[in-house]
């Protein structure tokens, strides 16, 4: 039987937490961090007469759990809300700011939205100091994916002279997986739901960019239901809000697919053993995770087949140049002793466009406001989570080299025989039509003199970064390698006799030539 929280963490055990202290918790999906809210945390707040105040990161999600907690009639003890309005309150100093300090327990739901929302929410600092400055209540973190954060945490701990963090962790089993796909092609998933339709399959697919998740659904709006945040404003006019808040009180939907973007992707439960199938287009690791866990497990025979979009080595080196950058004016401005001045100097009329930097006003000894005074301060979490995500992709491209996503994501899924070190996912070839160009080439033999002559075959191959071209013999090859296509560029030197125009053949020599080879 997998373990719960519950088998970790016995009441009695809870009962030793006191004010301001901070509990992490790691547990996979469905572990019964929302059981544990509910009965131990809901009993001892009851105890003495406390509260409990619920930081999700997504309204919908809110929304889910206000359904749980009305309908196992909790909400006495037990309030919800968004980091975001947390936040807000702080911010604007509005007659909504909530007072963390009448509250015994403040739970932060899925805490690595500290780190993972910090890409686009430059806001997430501030509801993480709000709580760790709250010394009259109990901080408890939970999250499936929060290594990252924990490591975070275990560091701000040590730097602000606090007690050690009270850590629990339940193991991770990955078995609910029963096949792990990659796929490359956006068209991929349209082949996914034609097939799905023909044999009736039921799934969710999860896809970062609403605008390509609304193209997907309008062609199939039959079989589909489509969803995305509420803040888009040119999509979410698309979605049906009353089959969305069917989904959420009744954990599961009629139609045979939903399309939604990551706004689904933490907090909500899908109960239905009919959902067996979950394709990924996402690219942050702990935000993919997150997906899977959409789909509620309920016992051992109930299993998934997951299909993820590859990011290849290319786009790899392309992510972690950018992180890089991002981060490259908060490393001086550290390594610089935190001074502004030498920051202007080095940096002349920039700002820090990724908010990593941000102005922040000074305050004397006793906490007034110096007028007119300003410095520079660091997102910590957006910052930290930026160097993981360097770090992330470093080892996905020296320690697992080739492939290095899939194998990544393979080894931590358990898709890898112990005993002989294969990775056991599947590859789906979707290069057919250029398999049959390049064997055209190799049978007819052609040799590409020159530069001019290469430009169709690079087309075909149509690898990209930053929406350009690549162009490169060895950055083909490994595009090749990377997809499964057993075709390689080969370059060697060669010659042709050539006429000069007056009726005479010229020697020609060509040192860069390029010509098929079957791999």
């Known amino acids: 039987m997998k373990k719960r929280i519950t088998d970790v963490i016995s009441k009695e055990e809870a009962r030793t937490w006191t004010a301001g202290s901070n509990v992490l918790i790691s547990a996979p999906m469905g572990a019964g961090k929302s059981y544990f809210c509910k009965n131990t945390l809901y009993d001892l707040a009851k105890e003495v007469d406390g509260k409990i105040l619920m930081l999700i990161h997504r309204s919908n999600c809110v929304e889910q759990f206000k359904y749980e907690i009305e309908a196992d009639g909790k909400e006495d003890v037990i309030d919800v809300i968004t980091y975001q309005s947390l936040e807000y309150g702080k911010l604007h100093n509005t007659s909504k700011q909530i007072n963390l300090s009448k509250y015994k327990y403040v739970v932060s739901d899925e805490f690595h939205y500290f780190f993972n929302d910090s890409s686009f929410n430059n806001k997430t600092a501030v509801s993480f100091q709000m709580i760790m400055n709250s010394d009259s209540s109990i901080h408890v973190f939970m999250s499936a994916t929060g290594e990252h954060m924990a490591r975070y945490m275990r560091k701000y701990i040590k730097d602000n002279g606090l007690e050690n963090a009270i850590e629990y962790e339940v193991p991770f089993d990955f078995s609910f997986i029963k096949k792990l796909t990659f796929f490359h092609k956006d068209t991929t998933m349209e082949e996914f739901i034609k097939e799905g339709i023909e044999k009736g399959h039921k799934g969710i697919f999860f896809i970062q960019s609403a605008e390509k998740a609304y193209k997907l659904y309008s062609k199939y ?12 404003g040119k999509y979410y006019e698309h979605v049906d809000k009353d089959k969305i808040k069917n989904i959420l009180i009744n954990q599961r939907f009629e139609e045979q697919f939903l399309i939604t973007t990551s706004c689904f992707d933490a907090g909500i439960n899908i109960v239905d053993r009919d959902v067996k199938h979950i394709v990924i287009d996402i690219v942050d690791i702990g935000s993919l995770i997150q997906c899977m866990g959409r789909k509620r497990i309920q016992d051992e025979n109930d299993q998934i087949y997951v299909y993820i979009k590859v990011i290849n080595n290319q786009k790899l080196a ?39 930097l941000y102005d922040d006003l000074i305050y004397d000894e006793q906490g007034r406001l110096i007028p007119n005074s300003y410095t520079k301060t660091i997102n910590e979490p957006m910052y930290f989570k930026k160097k993981e995500d360097i770090a992330d992709y470093s080892i996905m491209l020296e320690k697992y080299d080739k492939f290095g996503y899939c194998k990544y994501l393979a080894a931590t899924f358990g898709f ?48 990209k970064q930053d929406g350009k071209l690549l162009r490169k013999k060895d950055t083909l090859n490994q595009v090749l390698e990377e997809r499964g296509v057993d075709y390689r560029i080969k370059e060697f030197e060669t010659t042709r006799y050539i006429d000069d125009g007056n009726g005479n053949k010229k020697k020609k020599k060509y040192k860069n030539a390029w010509k098929i080879i079957r791999f």
């Open 318 to 356: 392309g992510l972690k140049r950018s992180m890089e950058q991002k981060v490259e004016m908060a490393d001086y401005y550290m390594q610089n002793g935190y001074s502004v001045e030498k920051l202007i100097e080095e940096y002349p009329m920039q700002n820090d466009v990724n908010n990593i």
């Open 221 to 232: 709006k039959n079989y589909c239901v489509f969803n995305c945040s509420a803040n888009n």
């Open 416 to 463: 890898i025989d112990k005993d002989t070190g294969e990775y056991t996912y599947r590859m789906i070839n979707e290069e057919q039509g250029l398999e049959d160009y390049l064997e055209k080439m190799v049978t007819d033999n052609v040799v590409l003199l020159q530069l001019r002559d290469r430009s169709e075959l690079i087309k075909k191959i149509n690898a």
